[in-house]
């Protein structure tokens, strides 16, 4: 088993930065990948980013690009999402997620955090 605890969500405005972490404990050898998906109310759990534990691989979705950055330090266990120039459509909860089969993109991830609540005010 692998637990996964997320941090760093709060309320912040338009254009700010923010950065979240996931603390990940157990059975972390087993990991191939980390993502960080999100979710508004109502709507589908959508991907976000994602980083091969081992090699580093980053992977992003394309409405993203430019304005976020995977990182992970295999040391601490953990795995951080920077968020820059957030807009109110970034509102939504951050889920952390850790796999150990080759799935990226998708919801197929093995373990899932709690989630942690971005709120963005225009």
């Known amino acids: 088993q692998v637990q996964l605890v997320e941090s760093g969500g709060g309320l912040v405005q338009a254009g700010d930065s923010l950065r979240l972490s996931c603390a990940a404990s157990?059975?972390?050898?087993?990991?191939?990948?980390m993502g960080w998906f999100r979710q508004a109310p109502g709507k589908a759990r959508e991907f976000v980013a994602a980083i091969n534990w081992s090699g580093g691989t980053t992977y992003y979705a394309d409405s993203v690009k430019g304005r976020l950055t995977i990182s992970r330090d295999k040391a601490k266990n953990t795995v951080d999402l920077q968020i820059n120039s957030l807009e109110p459509e970034d509102t939504d909860v951050y889920y952390c997620?850790?796999?150990?089969?080759?799935?990226?993109?998708?919801?197929?991830?093995?373990?899932w955090g709690r989630g942690t609540q971005v709120t963005v005010s225009s």
């Open positions: 997620a850790a796999n150990s089969r080759r799935v990226i993109f998708t919801l197929q991830y093995d373990y």
């Open positions: 157990g059975r972390t050898f087993s990991i191939y990948v």
